[in-house]
T-cell receptor, first 113, second 112 residues
Framework: SQTIHQWPATLVQPVGSPLSLECTVE??????LYWYRQAAGRGLQLLFY??????ISSEVPQNLSASRPQDRQFILSSKKLLLSDSGFYLC????????????FGPGTRLTVT | DAKTTQPTSMDCAEGRAANLPCNHS???????VYWYRQIHSQGPQYIIH???NNETNEMASLIITEDRKSSTLILPHATLRDTAVYYC?????????????FGGGTRLMVKP
């Protein structure tokens, strides 16, 4: 069966510090991968998605970036965090075009102080 | 993608059916209706989807009106663990990326 992992589960970082969140998927190959962010009390916002290694599409321009160095690994990064980057970051995968379900990881709660 | 409208919150008694409505009056012919839920501090969970026929799985039933302008998610016997925010999403299937846009959703509170 497929599983999706995210780490760390929680993170407290000062403003201006770098960020690296990692997501890995097991039990499937060539998945579509997604990064979402949920601010407190708000709905989910799609940040990035990837349909293959090295292929990243950005939905919202900001100081975050994403990379996909391996088929089942998706990384969210920032060189300098802002207070507004605080939130709940979720990674998700789907089996590819033509499928309708996305499966989400447990999330990383980021607090920028 | 078509816009969806859901009530902000609903209550349901434990053991009773929870009927969650969603309006999507601008839905186009090739757009599917998806339902997800998010339990507090967890990632969203896929529940069910449909195009025009009613659908049922082990979690819920999805009833779509004949004109497809609205739908209802039914949890037949709600439990306390069904307390969550439920998102109705309309999306064209089969596109590269299959991105989902989550709105505000309905906060369902199941009470003993």
């Amino acid at each position: 069966s497929q599983t999706i992992h995210q780490w760390p589960a929680t993170l407290v970082q000062p403003v201006g510090s770098p960020l690296s969140l990692e997501c890995t998927v097991e039990g499937t190959s060539n998945p579509n991968l997604y990064w979402y962010r949920q601010a407190a009390g708000r709905g989910l916002q799609l940040l990035f998605y990837s349909v293959g290694i090295g292929q990243i599409s950005s939905e919202v321009p900001q100081n975050l970036s994403a990379s996909r160095p391996q088929d089942r690994q998706f990384i969210l990064s920032s060189k300098k965090l802002l207070l507004s980057d605080s939130g709940f970051y979720l990674c998700a995968w789907s089996a590819g075009p033509g499928t309708y379900e996305q499966y989400f990881g447990p999330g990383t709660r980021l607090t920028v102080t | 993608d078509a816009k969806t409208t859901q009530p902000t919150s609903m209550d349901c008694a434990e053991g009773r059916a929870a009927n969650l409505p969603c309006n999507h009056s601008t839905i186009s012919g090739n757009e599917y209706v998806y339902w997800y839920r998010q339990i507090h501090s967890q990632g969203p969970q896929y529940i069910i989807h449909g195009l025009k026929n009613n659908e049922t799985n082990e979690m819920a039933s999805l009833i779509i009106t004949e004109d497809r302008k609205s739908s209802t998610l039914i949890l037949p016997h709600a439990t306390l663990r069904d307390t969550a925010v439920y998102y109705c999403i309309v999306r064209v299937g089969g596109n590269a990326g299959n991105m989902l846009t989550f709105g505000g959703g309905t906060r369902l509170m199941v009470k003993p």
